[in-house]
């Protein structure tokens, strides 16, 4: 029985993310050199963005409505249920919406593109290919990241507006808040950098969703076990990897727009 | 093995120039353990060898190694007249533009219906199916005696069938080397003929260069033992005594070496005993 080697272990991590940098820089590069497959661009975010509407309108409304449900007992503490719109506005735009957003397209996205890309790979079909002369990483993953970057800035936004909906919801019907109070402190309390924040996370996320998936699925062995192992992988990494750098973003956003 | 013994004559393939189109110099590669040590071959223009060997022996790495697909550890690989084995990848990809493979399991992707299947290639370049690609895919569909079958998915397609249209999409561009990985396994005798035919057909007809994997004995001494009869429309065994020559060899791997190279003939008169056991 071989020994566990820990250098054997740290060198395999270590190619592994060299890897999956390798792939994520050359889906950047090949933005920039032909062919260009436009139609596959398209058909990628009908399927993510098209695809995840429902999951996301449904995700953000709700998180809105218990957010507004959960802060009103505190807030009406304070004397301050007037401001349930502006909490919700605020935590919706700058974190909740882009982050669950995030979690629920990896949910959906990181693992089908992991799967059909897996199962092209246990299949030959990826050798068969490159085979032909075909580039895979242009023809299956700048697809899927740029329609994933693209498509998720869209859908955080329709989360953020549906997340607000589903807090006035709550706050109309259950706390007696007055609909224009709700809107105007949900609109006024929003400034540049909350929105800038809440627009540039999904364009990161987006890209770690898409990567990640490509980046298992490219990198799937042993069968159709080896399809499932890279499926569950490539959703845990994502969904990881988008909490992990929501911190850092997030950081790094309120040293730059110090309030 | 006598019903394996070639009907007539099998010539060894006299390389004329340097019309080499493939060529192994060396070449080794390790996985866990040593797989090919020191392989060197060359393939001519218009010739067609055979590799044999028991299961992983190399047989289909050496496939794999010629497209580019894997690199070797050492040693040099040339496919037509480009050195590959210090290619970048994005530079590879015209190379094998040139090259047609058949998989072992087909490997056609299962989204695409069999017309776009086989003109992946030519989609590609085009962006889209003309009336112009769409007769040459019925003309290469014909060939492989499936006309029918253009708007099928591969899914509806028995392994048989998939296997052909493997063949059609390798052979679609009429690349100059045709690779086919154990272009029979796990078929019955009786497809597996239509599809050796198939390759003979090919050998004969557009005097492709290939390198053709199989653990079927029979099949390499059909191949070895039999000519495309343009007039029959259909294979045929070289009568005997007639000097024809099918510029068909064989090499046989073992344990990461090459341990035979030549024709059937020489094969059959192998005195290596490892040899002797394999052809019984």
Known sequence: ?259 | MATLAPAGTSEPVAPSGDNCVLSFEDVSIAFEEPVLNGVSFKLYHGENKVLLGAAGTGKTLILKLALGLLKPDAGRITVLNDEITSMREQDLYGVRRNLGIVFQESALFDSLNVEENVAYRLIEETGKITDDIHNRVLEVLRFVELEQTWPSFPSELSGGMRRRVAIARAIITQPEVLLYDSPTGGLDPVTSNTIIELVVKQRDVYKTSSLLVTHRLQDAFTMASHYFDREQNKMMPVPAGKALDVHTTFIILRDGHIIFEGTATELLRSRDPYIREYLS
């Open chain 1, 1 to 259: 029985m071989p020994v566990f080697s820990l250098v054997e272990f740290a060198k395999s991590q270590v190619v592994k993310v060299q890897e999956y940098v390798l792939l994520a820089w050359r889906s950047l590069l090949n933005l920039f050199g032909r062919p260009r497959y436009f139609a596959d661009t398209i058909m990628q975010a009908d399927l993510i963005g098209v695809g995840s509407l429902p999951i996301v309108i449904l995700t953000g409304f709700f998180t809105g409505a218990v957010l507004a449900l959960q802060t009103s007992n505190t807030l009406e503490q304070f004397g301050s249920l007037s401001l349930t719109g502006q909490l919700v506005s605020f935590s919706m735009v700058r974190e909740l919406g882009p982050v669950l957003t995030g979690l629920m397209v990896a949910g959906r996205n990181a693992s089908g593109m992991a799967s059909e890309l897996g199962s092209m790979k246990v299949t030959e079909q990826i050798d068969a290919m490159r085979a032909m002369g075909v580039d895979p990483t242009k023809k299956l993953v700048t697809p899927r990241v740029m329609s994933c970057t693209v498509m998720l800035f869209f859908l955080s936004i329709i989360s953020d507006l549906v997340g607000l909906a589903g807090g006035w919801t709550i706050a109309f019907f259950m706390l007696g808040l007055d609909s224009n109070q709700y809107w105007t402190t949900a609109y006024q309390s929003l400034r540049f950098a909350d929105v800038f924040m809440g627009l540039s996370k999904p364009v990161v996320f987006g890209f770690i969703i898409a990567s990640i998936g490509c980046y298992y699925g490219l990198s799937a062995k042993g069968g159709t076990q080896g399809v499932g192992r890279a499926t569950t992988q490539a959703m845990v990494a994502a969904s990881v990897l988008i909490v992990v750098s929501d911190l850092f973003i997030t950081k790094f956003l309120m040293g730059v727009f110090p309030t």
